[in-house]
C-alpha cells in the first residue's frame, strides 16, 4: 500500500494535529497528515479497516511524530528542542554501545537525521523514516544500534586459519592430563544437537530470555525492562526454562543415543569446553532445529 | 541444583543463532521495546529475533543503552507514610516560609529600608532558574512592600508547580509531545486481520538509509554536522507540568501575588496545605480512545469526549489507585491499578468492579479490544486474559 491510498478523516486529523501539538513547530495539518499516512502505509499491507486505523493512529506518538516532521523540514525551533532534549541522549548511547568511536557515529547519524544535501539541492533527512510507532528517542537508539552493528561488520577483520594454528592450544581442565577420549566428538555433537533442538523447541520468549541473558551476558533487570517484565519473572522464567532444558536434553540423550547418566554427564562436559564443534555444525549446514 | 558443565553448554548453545532470515526494521525493533506493536506483529518478531543472532545482538544493544524513562509503576494508595515520603519535604519549606514570613512582618523590619531580608535557603535552593527570572522581573514591577511579601507567597506555589516537572523530566518529551499519558505502556490492540499484520522488512531504500554503503558513510562523514546552535542554558518552560498541577498555575501569576500574600503566615500554612491537596488531587488521564479520553481527579472518574474540552464526572467515587487503561471504543473503558482492581466501563455507561488474580499484584498494563475481551499485565509479570467483561480471568 502507498501513502496515497491511506484515509484519514479531517476531524481524526484535527485532533491527532491537536494532540500533537504540531503548531508549535509550525507543522501544519497538512504536512502531519502526509506523515501519518506514510506511518499508516508503513505499517498496514492493505488498506486497514475504520476501526484499526483508528486505534493505529491513537497508538502513535503523534507529538514525536510532529517534532520529527518539524525538524525533517528545517524548523529552528524544533532542531533546538532535538539538540537540548536528544542529542545528549543519542551521544550517551553512542558512547556506551561504541566506546571511543561512539562520539564519531552519533555524530555522523546527526548529520543524516539533519539531512545530507542531495545533487539536486534537496536534502533528505533520516527522519523521513521515522513513523511514530515508537518514542523518537528509542528510535534514534535502535538507529544508532544498527549503525554500530554495520560499523564493526565492515570493520572487523577475519582471523587468518593460520594465526589460529600458531595460538597456544588452551588448557580445558583435568582431561588435558588424560588420555584423548575416543568418544568425545560424538558426545559432544550429540549434546549440542540435543540442547539446541530443546532450545528450538522454547517459546520464542523464553528463547529470547534466555539467548540475552546466557548469549549476550545482559542482566536480569535489562532483559524484564526489554520484555516489559520484572525481574524477578525473568528470573523465575529463566530457572524454569534451564531446568526444562536440561531435563528434555538429558531425556533426549538417553532415549535417542542410548547414553547412561554419566554419559549424559560426560556430553556435557564435553560440549561445554568444545566451542570449536560449533564451527565445524557450522561450515557443514547443519541444522538441528 | 547447578551444573556448571550444563550451564558452560547452555552459554555456547545460547550464543548460537541461525543465520539469515529477513531482519525486523529499527522502526520495529524500536516499536517493540516501547511496546508499541500489536500482538501478531509481536509474536512475529519474537519468533525471528529469538532465532537470529544479528537480532538478538541489537536487541541486546537497545536493552544496554534504553535506559529506563518510565517510573516504576507506582501504588496510588496514599498511606501516610507515602505521603510523607512523597510530599514530606513541604513541612521543613513551610516551616521556613511561615518562620521568614513572622520575621519579616515585624514593624520593625516592615519600615526599615535596610537591603532585602535574607532568603530562606531551602526555598531559594527549590527555585529554579526561570522563577528566578520571574521573580526579578516582578520585582522590577511592585512597590517594596509588596515585593517583599510576594516574594515569601509565591515560592511554595511555584515549587508545587514545579515539582511535577522535576519528578517527570525524563519523560517530559513524552508529556509535551500530548501522547497520552501511560504511553511507554501502550500496546496497541490492533485487531487487523493477520494478512494485513505486515512484519515490516527492511525495503532496498530504508535499509540503504539506515544502513548505508560505507560510501554513503564516508560522505555522511564528510558533510560537517550542521548543528544549529543549541541556546545557552535556555530554560525549558512546559506547560505539561502546569498542566498537572490545573487550575494552581494561575495562582502564580503575579497579579494574584499580593492577595495571596495579605493573609496571616496561619493562613498562609492553611493555604500551602490546600495547595498540597490540590497538588494530590491533580487530575491524571488514565485512558484515551476513540474521541474520549477518562481522568481521575481526586477519587472521581471524570469522561471527555471533546478532546478534553470539558469533563463530567462519570464515577464519583472511583477507588484508589487506578493508573492504566484501555477504551477500545468511545463508550467502552477498562481501567485498572494497584491490588489487582480493575473497573469497566459497560456501553450503557455503568462501572463494574473487578479483582484479578489475588489481588496483591497491581496492574501495569491494561489492553481491552471491547467491553469483555482484555488482557492484563500485573506488576509481577503475569499476564491475565478475560472474555466475559472481567468476571473470569485466565492466566496466560
Redesign the interface.
Known amino acids: 500500500m502507498i501513502a496515497e491510498d491511506v484515509r484519514i478523516e479531517a476531524a481524526a486529523l484535527a485532533r491527532l494535529h491537536e494532540t500533537s501539538r504540531a503548531r508549535q513547530w509550525d507543522v501544519s495539518a497538512d504536512a502531519l497528515g502526509a506523515a501519518l499516512r506514510v506511518s499508516v502505509a508503513h505499517r498496514f499491507a492493505a488498506p486497514p479497516g475504520q476501526q484499526d486505523l483508528e486505534t493505529y493512529l491513537a497508538s502513535l506518538h503523534v507529538g514525536d511524530l510532529a517534532l520529527a516532521t518539524a525538524c525533517r523540514d528545517g524548523h529552528d525551533g524544533a532542531w533546538e528542542h532535538f539538540i537540548r532534549e536528544l542529542r545528549p541522549a543519542l551521544y550517551a548511547a553512542a558512547r556506551t554501545v561504541a566506546g571511543d568511536d561512539g562520539r564519531e557515529i552519533a555524530d555522523s547519524l546527526y548529520a543524516e537525521l539533519f539531512g545530507l544535501a542531495a545533487p539536486d539541492g534537496t536534502r533528505r533527512s533520516l527522519l523521513a523514516y521515522y513513523h511514530g510507532r515508537s518514542r523518537l528517542l528509542t528510535w534514534l537508539r535502535s538507529v544508532l544500534v544498527q549503525r554500530t552493528i554495520d560499523r564493526r561488520r565492515q570493520t572487523s577483520r577475519p582471523v587468518p586459519l593460520d594465526a589460529a594454528d600458531d595460538a597456544p592450544a588452551r588448557t580445558l581442565g583435568p582431561r588435558t592430563d588424560a588420555a584423548p577420549d575416543p568418544d568425545r566428538d560424538r558426545l559432544v555433537s550429540c549434546a549440542q544437537a540435543a540442547l539446541d533442538a530443546a532450545i528450538g523447541a522454547l517459546d520464542p520468549r523464553d528463547r529470547i530470555r534466555l539467548r540475552l541473558y546466557y548469549g549476550q551476558d545482559l542482566t536480569l533487570a535489562r532483559i524484564g525492562r526489554l520484555l516489559g517484565e520484572s525481574e524477578a519473572t525473568v528470573s523465575r522464567r529463566l530457572e524454569r526454562a534451564r531446568r526444562q532444558l536440561r531435563a528434555e536434553t538429558t531425556d533426549h540423550l538417553k532415549r535417542e543415543h542410548g547414553l547412561t547418566d554419566a554419559a549424559v554427564q560426560q556430553s556435557f562436559e564435553y560440549a561445554a569446553e568444545s566451542p570449536e564443534l560449533q564451527l565445524d555444525r557450522l561450515l557443514s549446514g547443519t541444522d538441528d532445529g | 541444583m547447578t ?16 543465520p539469515g532470515g529477513v531482519h525486523p526494521d ?6 517493540y ?5 500489536s500482538d501478531t506483529e509481536r ?1 512475529q518478531l ?2 525471528h ?3 537470529c543472532e ?1 537480532c ?11 535506559v ?2 518510565e517510573p516504576e509503576v507506582p501504588s496510588f494508595e496514599w498511606s501516610p507514610r507515602q505521603l510523607l515520603s512523597r510530599w514530606g519535604w513541604l513541612v521543613p519549606v513551610a516551616t521556613v516560609v511561615v518562620l521568614v514570613a513572622v520575621w519579616e512582618r515585624q514593624p520593625s523590619r516592615r519600615d526599615s529600608s535596610a537591603p532585602p531580608s535574607p532568603p530562606a535557603p531551602a526555598v531559594q535552593k527549590q527555585v529554579p532558574p526561570a522563577a528566578e527570572d520571574e521573580a526579578k522581573e516582578r520585582s522590577l514591577a511592585l512597590p517594596d512592600k509588596v515585593q517583599r511579601e510576594a516574594r515569601f507567597a509565591q515560592a511554595p506555589e511555584r515549587q508545587i508547580v514545579q515539582a511535577p516537572k522535576a519528578k517527570d523530566a525524563s519523560v ?3 508529556l ?5 499519558e501511560g ?2 505502556r ?7 486481520a493477520a ?2 499484520d ?1 512484519l ?1 522488512l527492511r525495503d532496498k531504500k ?1 535499509v540503504d ?4 554503503p ?1 560510501a554513503n ?1 564516508v ?3 564528510a ?6 546552535q ?2 545557552a542554558a ?1 530554560p ?1 518552560q512546559t506547560e505539561d507540568a502546569a498542566s498537572v498541577v490545573a487550575g494552581r498555575a494561575d495562582e502564580a501569576k503575579p497579579g494574584n501575588q499580593p492577595k495571596a500574600a495579605a493573609v496571616a503566615p496561619m493562613h498562609e500554612t492553611v493555604a500551602q496545605g490546600a495547595l498540597l491537596k490540590s497538588a494530590i488531587e491533580a487530575p491524571l488521564v488514565l485512558a ?4 474520549v479520553s477518562i481522568r481521575r481527579t481526586a477519587s472521581r472518574l471524570e469522561r471527555s469526549t471533546d ?1 478534553g474540552t470539558t469533563w463530567s464526572v462519570d464515577l464519583a467515587d472511583a477507588p484508589a489507585g487506578l493508573h492504566v487503561g484501555s477504551c ?1 471504543t468511545t463508550a467502552v473503558c477498562w481501567l485498572g491499578g494497584s491490588q489487582g482492581i480493575v473497573l469497566l466501563r459497560q456501553a450503557s455507561g455503568s462501572w463494574t468492579r473487578h479483582v484479578v488474580a489475588d489481588g496483591r499484584a497491581a496492574i501495569t ?1 491494561i489492553q481491552a479490544a471491547d467491553a469483555l475481551a482484555a488482557t492484563v ?1 500485573l ?4 499476564r491475565f486474559q478475560t472474555a466475559d467483561g472481567g468476571v473470569t480471568w485466565v492466566l496466560l
Open positions: 551444573d556448571p558443565n550444563f550451564e558452560r553448554s547452555l552459554r555456547a548453545a545460547a550464543r548460537r543463532g541461525r529499527v522502526s520495529l525493533l524500536a516499536a521495546v516501547d511496546r508499541g506493536l509474536a519474537e519468533s529475533v529469538a532465532d544479528e538478538m545482538e541489537r536487541l541486546a544493544l537497545l536493552g544496554s543503552v534504553n529506563p524513562d517530559r518529551p513524552e509535551q509531545a500530548g501522547a497520552r504511553a511507554p501502550r500496546e496497541a490492540p490492533l485487531s487487523g494478512s494485513n505486515k515490516a530504508e538509509a539506515i544502513s548505508p560505507p558513510k560522505a555522511a562523514k558533510a560537517p554536522a550542521p548543528a544549529p543549541a541556546p535556555k525549558i484515551s480512545g476513540p474521541g478532546n477500545p498494563a499485565t506488576s509481577d509479570g503475569r
